[in-house]
């Protein structure tokens, strides 16, 4: 393989080839089921299966085939087939399934508008997860073009990850025997740290997410009449989460969501840390100077944020517009509960504990429900094989001038766990092109094309090399 030469395919190929039907997936608005009532309907994201699904048929790569599987009330999955000189596969897993519009885009911009600026590709599911397909189909065309040899590729393009892919268990009963012994499974929808390195994400955290909701009164009453008599619901709500986190520290109180950090972990986070500094919360956009981290010790935000549970609200309702608020006391405040979980732990039973903890002995003979909406657990990486390693090693120094960094990360894939089961002998490799200012699931989401390019190219030298090292074994 002649590095140059791939960078400068890879180059030409996201611009001639790539960027104007990416732009065409850009404009399609396949939300999530979740944030759309109507997917069926609407029928967008079929149409975003079928652009990818084109596009991938007219780069003429030997043998390829494409099937759309689609059931009554099921998303569809994309499903991509490659042959290769060996048949030990490389099965790549992605998620064309957008996030919501949000607020705040830049003047100009928007989430099905695609705009070029800066070497960045601006549009939702530019950096989440869009561009990892056209990656994918890049490296293999390099490849056979190049003549040089690859194993039988598999790719996943799921329709439901932005709402716990609840569809692809079902549909992967029905392709697996199709995609026979799997050897690696390639996820690129993870992120990167800085535009410098080939970032390898160890860990992913799992994630409970739920409505509490409060209710009070059976009608609003004028504060003034009620207030100091009747307890308003957001105190309420406020006691019953102290339940489950301490409000001073965001320390989570149930024992079920802690598990112990293996050492190596710990030893990732130190080394990671002394690399990156302050850039660790810095490129965040934080308000003001004044805005300081959770802790002084850089290693332990790494852990919090990969291997310790937290807490995040991510909506609300019962809560009228200020504009629109009225002296009453209302009868109902309902929360969004969003628990980042570390590996290891067992979802149904936080779960459990979560729904106990936040329900029992209610203030004030409070109504208090809290419904469950998704449960996923988290994972960590299997041991990775020697030749792997080096692999990654080869591609990082070939393509980034550095060795690969290693790292958890706490955002959460629930698919990872289920083809780890599915594929227990297999090896995992997640990496990513998003990164600072990526603002994925944000306003202005966006791909810096210089590292998708980079990691196309790290994409083509991994499958070369593990036909390779099929072959010679």
């Not at 030893?267 to 002084?296: C, D, M, N």
């Amino acid at each position: 393989m002649q590095p140059h030469h791939l960078s400068q395919f890879v180059n030409q190929f996201w611009g001639n080839k790539i960027l104007p039907t990416f732009s065409e997936f850009v404009r399609i608005p396949c939300k999530s089921p979740l944030f759309d009532a109507h997917w069926e309907t609407n029928g967008h994201l079929e149409a975003a299966a079928h652009t990818l699904a084109e596009w991938a048929m007219a780069q003429n790569i030997p043998g390829l085939t494409t099937k759309i599987f689609k059931t009554k009330k099921r998303t569809p999955l994309l499903y991509v087939e490659i042959p290769g000189v060996t048949p030990h596969t490389v099965l790549c897993y992605g998620h064309l399934d957008k996030m919501p519009e949000a607020e705040g885009w830049h003047k100009g911009f928007g989430p099905w508008k695609p705009v070029i600026k800066n070497s960045r590709l601006y549009g939702r599911g530019t950096a989440d997860d869009g561009y990892a397909f056209f990656s994918i189909i890049a490296a293999i065309k390099y490849l056979h073009q190049a003549k040089i040899p690859y194993s039988k590729c598999i790719i996943l393009f799921e329709a439901c990850e932005e709402t716990d892919s609840r569809d692809l268990p079902y549909y992967l009963e029905h392709v697996k025997n199709r995609i026979g012994t799997v050897d690696i499974v390639l996820c690129l929808d993870t992120g990167s740290h800085d535009y410098h390195n080939l970032w390898c994400t160890t860990s992913l955290r799992g994630i409970i997410e739920g409505t509490l909701k409060v209710h009070i009164l059976k009608a609003p009453v004028h504060s003034g009449v009620i207030s100091g008599i009747i307890a308003s619901t957001f105190r309420v709500i406020r006691r019953v989460l102290s339940h489950i986190e301490d409000a001073h520290t965001g320390e989570i109180l149930l024992s079920s969501c802690y598990t112990k950090i293996p050492q190596e972990y710990k030893q990732q986070a130190r080394a990671i840390a002394k690399i990156l500094g302050k850039k660790i919360y810095s490129e965040f956009p934080l308000l003001g100077k004044t805005v300081k981290p959770i802790t002084h010790r850089k290693d332990e935000l790494l852990l919090n944020r990969s291997w310790r549970p937290t807490l995040s609200i991510i909506g609300a309702e019962g809560l009228p517009h200020i504009q629109d608020a009225g002296s009453v006391l209302r009868p109902l405040t309902a929360l969004q509960l969003s628990l980042r979980i570390p590996p290891y732990c067992h979802p149904e039973k936080i779960t459990r504990d979560l729904k106990k903890a936040l329900e029992t002995n209610p203030p004030y003979g409070a109504t208090v429900h809290f419904q469950p909406h998704v449960s996923m657990a988290g994972w960590a990486m299997p041991k990775m094989e020697t030749w792997l390693k080096h692999t990654l090693k080869g591609a990082a120094q070939m393509f980034f001038g550095s060795d690969p960094l290693y790292l958890g990360e706490g955002g959460s894939i629930g698919v990872i766990p289920l083809l780890q089961k599915a594929f227990p002998h297999a090896q995992f490799i997640l990496t990513g092109a998003s990164g600072p200012q990526s603002n994925e699931h944000g306003a202005n989401e966006s791909l810096y094309l210089p590292m998708a390019k980079k990691i196309t190219c790290c994409t083509a030298y991994i499958f070369a090399k593990q036909c390779e090292h099929r072959k010679g074994s």
